[in-house]
């Protein structure tokens, strides 16, 4: 079995494509999202190119929850940010009813050089709960308790990483998206080893596109999030005072 490892699309269409074109070039016998995959400037159009995919499967992020809740219109558990109300205004019910069908984690077995491996947004019991490769070993552990699995993959920090557990290997798959670091659209592929990726694309044609979806924080979007990105050491400084926070 060979896995390619997605997560944290962010309704970035133009990286979701340059990505997938990789992918089909590796022929994997899965493609696995860990999670939110549409909460940006192209959010339907995301959805339909993810609902049209052979072989793949999808775990839920806390961005997707939060986008089911807007699009509900209940009045709490939100998903926070600008594009909240207007994505669940641009996806339809069918939509809507494919993210509500996603996994909280996966478990896929005989990855091959790897082993049993489990996927999940988060961490394996929160698809909020921060993992990054800082996070103390006694509060990775608590994580890891109970697992039968040799490998973990993440996303929601939107940063590779790679580190063990005790026995457990821990990776983050990267963001195709909102990467930090480096502008470009990351992922991972499973199979004989673990392969962090890093796709190029067209930032200046991607970030035209993106600015004529109609989103009112497209032009936000396409300047802090794809032509330039958030440095490693900010948003290290970001990740350090949420995973504060959890942990107050």
Not at 221 to 229: D, G, K, M, S, Y
């Amino acid at each position: 079995m060979r896995v390619a490892a997605l997560s944290d699309i962010h309704g970035n269409l133009p990286a979701l494509e340059a990505v997938l074109s990789e992918v089909e070039r590796e022929s994997p016998d899965l493609i696995v999202s860990c999670g939110d995959v549409a909460s940006g400037p192209m959010p339907a159009e995301t959805i339909s190119l993810l609902m049209s995919l052979p072989r793949a499967r999808f775990v839920r992020g806390n961005a997707d929850r939060g986008l089911v809740d807007a699009f509900d219109r209940k009045p709490k558990g939100r998903m926070p940010g600008p594009f909240a109300d207007w994505c669940a205004t641009r996806i339809t019910r069918e939509q809507r009813e494919f993210l509500t069908a996603f996994e909280s984690t996966l478990t896929v077995d005989d990855v091959e050089g790897i082993g049993r491996v489990l996927f999940c947004h988060g961490s394996p019991r929160s698809d909020e709960e921060i993992m990054t490769a800082e996070t103390a070993l006694d509060r990775m552990r608590e994580f890891m308790a109970g697992l039968d699995v040799d490998l973990v993959v993440c996303g929601h920090t939107h940063m590779q990483f790679d580190r063990k557990v005790d026995r457990v290997r821990v990776i983050n798959a990267g963001s195709v998206g909102m990467p930090y670091g480096e502008p470009g659209a990351y992922w991972t592929m499973l199979g004989m080893g673990v392969r962090p990726r890093r796709t190029e694309y067209d930032l200046k044609a991607a970030a035209t596109r993106i600015r004529g979806a109609g989103s009112p924080e497209a032009e936000q979007f396409a300047t802090e999030n794809v032509l330039q990105v958030p440095t490693v050491e900010e948003a290290m400084e970001f990740l350090r005072k949420a995973e504060a926070r959890q942990l107050a």
